[in-house]
């Protein structure tokens, strides 16, 4: 019922050249894929991207957008920008926005309710530290996240959410299986309590952090995990792998 989503997280990563040429390549190779696809990329390379991706399954997506229609804000990507080039997807949130640039869940929470009201669909991250996770605070930090960041939010089917523990971001230490689906049936439960426990069961979840070509058909088995957000492994081939899970 909840259809796969997989997208890729290029961060500050590649050039119109070298993103043109990877879309190029994985194009055919995701082609037949059963699931959504997506790569979220720098702003400055949308226009290109999207142009690269022209006739393919591969939709391209945002890594932020600001919440003023527009105005003085030096640096920032509005909807409307988004929009002009069919954005259909904007990250929000990430863990590296949050521990960089001073990302808090009410700028996460304005965000959301901006990309939906423009007919983006929020990928919003979740996700707890080493310390809180070690300090068994976990199911606190997500509460407090979910509860501020999906604050007024009408339609919560509408919305993403990528489960992204930070300490298996970027550093090889995937959750396990286990980890992955019981802190996402934890997020799904909570979003039930928030809003209706059938409107959870329509949420797509994705996990995030170190998710590869060799992870990623264990973790998708999982019945509560919908999907992948892929970092370093999108910057390369194996994210067709990855989209290809179930073949
Ligand atoms: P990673 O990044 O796959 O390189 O760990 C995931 C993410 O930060 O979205």
């Known amino acids: ?77 509005s909807a409307d920008m988004l929009k002009e080039y069919g954005v259909e997807y904007a990250i929000i949130g990430h863990s590296e926005r949050r521990q960089y640039f001073g990302e808090t869940d009410e700028m996460v929470n304005k965000r959301t309710l901006t990309a939906l009201a423009n007919g983006i669909t929020p990928i919003v991250c979740v996700g707890e ?5 070690e300090g068994g605070v976990t199911e606190k930090v997500l509460d407090k996240q979910l509860e501020i960041g999906l604050k007024d939010v009408e339609d919560v089917a509408k919305i993403v959410i990528a489960y992204e523990p930070v300490w298996a971001i970027g550093t090889g230490k995937t959750a396990t299986d286990e980890q992955a689906q019981e802190t ?35 973790l998708m088995a999982q019945p509560d995990i919908d999907g992948g957000l892929i970092g370093g492994a999108s910057l390369k081939l194996d994210f067709a792998t990855i989209v290809n899970f179930d073949k």
Request: aromatic share 6%.
């Open 1 to 77: 019922m909840r259809k796969p989503f997989i997208a890729g997280n290029w961060k500050m990563n590649m050039t119109a050249a070298t993103g043109a040429a990877l879309i190029k390549e994985l194009a055919p190779l995701v082609a037949n894929a059963n699931c959504d696809v997506a790569l979220c990329v720098p702003a400055i390379l949308i226009p290109a991207m999207t142009e690269a991706a022209k006739g393919t399954n591969i939709k391209i997506g945002a890594e932020n957008i600001h919440w003023a229609a527009s105005g003085a804000y030096t640096g920032e990507i």
């Open 129 to 133: 530290t080493l310390e809180e996770r």
């Open 184 to 218: 996402i049936a934890y997020i799904r439960k909570k979003i039930g309590e928030i809003f209706c426990p059938k409107c959870a069961e329509k949420v797509v979840i994705q996990y995030g952090g170190s998710m590869n070509a060799k992870n990623c058909k264990g």
